[in-house]
Nanobody
Framework: QVRVVESGGDSVQPGGSLRLSCTAS????????????MSWYHQAPGKQREMVAS??????KYAYAVKDRFTISKDHAKSTGYLQMNNLKPDDTGTFFC?????????????????WGQGTQVTVSS
């Protein structure tokens, strides 16, 4: 079974920085996962979830509101993706979720997966 877990959320002042992490993992011996694509979503209090950044083999994409402030990346060897957030603003407050498209490898079976993490809270306030 594949799990997706986000971490790195915190409370910071406006202008501060945070790096969020999203890891896909499996606990069973002999199993592994590969991440093919990852997206980060932001859900502000009382609002719908919106995508802010994505990464796949074709490159990266960003929402206009975070362009030049956020950077998405992934480490294939660690099955982990990151969202570096700089110059944070009060409007960035909310829960950040990652969505991961990848493949699980067992022995001998394999299958694709598309999973969400549980979210990590970011608060930007003075």
């Amino acid at each position: 079974q594949v799990r997706v877990v986000e971490s790195g959320g915190d409370s910071v002042q406006p202008g501060g920085s945070l790096r969020l992490s999203c890891t896909a993992s499996t606990s069973a011996p002999g199993e592994s996962v590969n991440i093919y694509a990852m997206s980060w979503y932001h859900q502000a209090p009382g609002k719908q979830r919106e995508m802010v950044a994505s990464i796949d083999d074709d490159g990266t994409k960003y929402a206009y509101a975070v362009k030049d402030r956020f950077t998405i990346s992934k480490d294939h060897a660690k099955s982990t993706g990151y969202l570096q957030m700089n110059n944070l603003k009060p409007d960035d407050t909310g829960t950040f979720f990652c969505n991961v498209h990848g493949r699980w490898f067992g022995d001998p079976s394999t299958r694709r997966f598309d999973l969400w993490g549980q979210g990590t809270q970011v608060t930007v306030s003075s």
